[in-house]
């Protein structure tokens, strides 16, 4: 006989089970195709299926994470808040530099291949080819961290992840994406916050 606690367990993997079998696929959508869900149906199915606490962290998922280190409680979320942090620390840096201004890493020690990353965006002929190069950098480093068990719960803060990933660039615009490219450049070389494109 299953307990109560027990059958409760049970059913909140169960609703996830559910809840992450429904989800389209990601992988292999062109840049024209139509998005197969939207965030907000996502963020509706979460909101159906996932448990309180799961949902808590799931609204905590961001492509702008905190200049300092905040433990998520998932594995998968801190290693893609760490690897964003470094590539903007990085993305200021190279900028500064290129600019012959001084830019405060905080001390931190930015990977090599972030760096390079850096250097290959500020080099594109327009900001919008940095954006689409760094885009697909980023989804680089998520797939690195897809967990294998597509049926965890990091597997669905993976899923929100790409798909916040792939909606982010398809708002962009050529004219818009140049002023906020100047505006984020601006913002970092004087220290106002941690952003970068």
Request: proline share 7%.
């Given at each position: 006989m299953v307990t109560i606690c027990g059958q409760k367990g049970y059913e909140i993997i169960m609703a996830e089970y559910y809840f992450i079998s429904q989800l389209p696929s990601l992988d292999g959508?062109?840049?024209?195709?139509?998005m197969p869900i939207t965030e907000e149906r996502f963020t509706?199915?979460?909101e159906r299926f996932l448990s309180k606490k799961l949902l808590n962290?799931?609204?905590?998922?961001?492509?702008?994470?905190?200049?300092?280190h905040e433990n998520s409680g998932s594995a998968l979320i801190d290693s893609w808040n760490e690897s964003e942090r470094n590539l903007r620390f990085a993305l200021g840096k190279v900028r500064a530099e290129k600019l012959k201004k001084p830019f405060d890493t905080q001390n931190r020690i930015l990977p090599a291949e972030y760096i390079?990353?850096?250097g290959t965006a500020i080099e594109e002929a327009t900001p919008m080819d940095a954006e689409k190069y760094l885009n697909r950098y980023r989804l680089e480093i998520l797939e690195s961290l897809r967990p294998m068990d597509s049926f965890s719960t990091d597997y669905i803060f993976y899923y929100g992840l790409k798909l916040k990933l792939i909606l982010r660039i398809?708002?962009?615009?050529?004219?818009a994406g140049e002023k906020a490219y100047k505006n984020i450049y601006s913002?970092?070389?004087?220290?106002?916050?941690?952003?970068?494109?």
């Open positions: 959508i062109s840049e024209n195709a139509p509706e199915l979460c962290e799931m609204k905590k998922l961001t492509l702008s994470p905190p200049k300092n390079k990353a850096a398809r708002q962009f615009d050529t004219e913002s970092i070389l004087n220290g106002d916050r941690l952003e970068a494109i």
